[in-house]
């Protein structure tokens, strides 16, 4: 879908307030509602925008604690990718995993308690995910940025 500077803007101020109304949306963007809505869910359609959420503050929930993982495979088929995949989605404090190009195959983010926590998620997930060979964890001592908005310049 090509974006134009209405598009960007809907998606700009979406980004920062998800729960605006359509009204609110549409002054900001200087469109009628009607029109707002209709291009809003163009985008919706198109997978532009890809879903709402709230962000929870993971300390305030008990998740305090994030670990980066690396994880390499002893092999790197399609089936062990696959099946590695299928697995690492039932993990409940699993909330990224990405497949990456260098040393490790997949980057996992883990949201846990503390370090207890994160042993057991070590033992009775990560360390038992089909095909895993090496594991290495980074704790996160704090976030400098955590962000979920998309720059949306073209520049």
Do not use: K
Not at 7 to 24: C, F, H, V
Not at 100 to 109: E, K, P, S
């Amino acid at each position: 879908m090509e974006l134009d500077v209405v598009d960007r803007a809907i998606l700009g101020e979406l980004q920062r307030n998800g729960r605006m109304t359509n009204a609110e949306l549409a002054v900001t963007v200087g469109l009628s509602p009607s029109a707002t809505l209709r291009r809003t869910r163009a985008l919706e359609r198109a997978g532009v925008i890809d879903g709402y959420a709230a962000l929870v503050a993971p300390a305030a929930v008990g998740r305090g604690t994030t670990v980066f993982v690396e994880i390499t495979l002893d092999n790197q088929s399609e089936s062990r990718l696959d099946h590695f995949e299928a697995a690492i989605v039932d993990c409940p404090e699993v909330v990224a995993c990405h497949l990456m190009a260098g040393d490790a195959d997949y980057l996992v983010q883990v949201a846990c308690a503390d370090v207890a926590d994160y042993e057991r998620v070590h033992r009775d997930w990560l360390s038992t995910l089909p095909g895993v060979a090496r594991i290495r964890s980074s704790f996160a001592l704090r976030a400098v940025r955590r962000r979920t908005a998309i720059d949306l310049d073209p520049s």
